[in-house]
């Protein structure tokens, strides 16, 4: 029974009221105010009945209503906070692809454009800062927007199933608190989702490799814009022209096939011997080439050689490096297929 009487307003209860309805919407506060007044009013009433003094019986009212921080949630149209418990996990899942993926995208496509867009400088310094300076900044840029993104999903997502549980228990939007029991759905085992293999490589590294294969890519033409653009070496570029054939199209086509290896092995989610083996032959024969490239063939521009600005010791270090490279990459990958394939067993 609600009371029909105007309730004295008491410093105690005008505070309460005030806690709970700053936190509602402008258009809930009236009518949920005035029916948590009547509340308190019936809740004082009953205590003064079974003896106590008012102020007594107002206190306990208002302690019995609780937090009013928490009542104002169930009076609350939405919810009070942006991503909740049900979804935190899956956020944090989307923002782990969403974040590495828009980063590499941003600053690999920046950094592609601005290594081709500043080739010709002089100052070898002042080339690189003016093309990863922004390729950084974009790179940035692309994390913060993945992030914006994952928010605004998921605080979509948590307003969206308040609206739908709200049209199916038929509850106003504002102005009532919250069921104090929703008939919850029975969980049954049909409910779990179909076993998936876990995964051993993320989006986020299939991303990087992506840009990395990119930049190998792109490395034979940077390489021959001209070096420089004043001075005696103008115009020169540092990969000597003769290399092109049939060198470079060999060396694109491996690094063509090295990146389908890498979406072939996020595609299978697991390491397996097999593509291992793959990934082997692709070592092996991207190593064969280069080799042999640095052993028979001037790669640097012979005008660089004959200014003197490169030696003899160029290819035994480049041979060295290749060879180093080829064998980490190997023992690197067949350590990661063993631990896969003997976690299986």
Known sequence: MTSTAAPAATPATESYLHEVSRRLPPRAREDVTRELRGTVADMVDDGV????????????????????????????????????????????????????????????????????????????????????????????????????????????VERTERTERTERTGVADAGAPAPATEPARRWTIEQLPPPRPARDTTVGE??????????????????????????????????????????????????????????????????????????????????????????TESVVNPVLRERGWVGDEFARIGVAAVVLITVWDLVATFLACRRSVAGRR
């Open 206 to 295: 299939l991303v990087w490799s992506t840009l990395a294969l990119g930049l190998a890519f792109a490395a034979p033409f940077l390489l021959s814009r001209p070096l420089l653009r004043e001075g005696p070496l103008a115009g020169e570029p540092l990969l000597d022209p003769a290399v092109w054939t049939p060198w470079v199209p060999l060396y694109l086509g491996l690094v063509v096939l090295a990146w389908g290896w890498e979406l072939l092995r996020f595609l299978r989610r697991r390491w397996s011997w097999s593509l291992f083996a793959i990934n082997a032959v692709l070592d092996l024969a991207m190593a064969a080439l280069l080799v042999a490239v640095l052993r």
């Open 49 to 156: 009945a079974r003896g106590l003094a008012p102020e007594e019986a107002e206190r306990r009212a208002l302690e019995e209503l609780g937090n009013p921080a928490r009542l104002a949630e169930d009076y609350a149209p939405g919810p009070q906070h942006l991503i909740g418990p049900a979804h935190y996990q899956d956020f944090l899942q989307l923002l782990r692809i969403l974040v590495p993926v828009l980063a590499g995208v941003f600053g690999g496509l920046t950094l592609l454009g601005r290594l081709f867009g500043e080739a010709g400088r002089e100052d070898l310094v002042v080339y690189l800062v003016l093309s990863i300076e922004p390729a950084l900044g974009a790179a940035l840029q692309g994390a913060l927007m993945g992030a914006g993104i994952a928010v605004v999903v998921y605080a979509v």
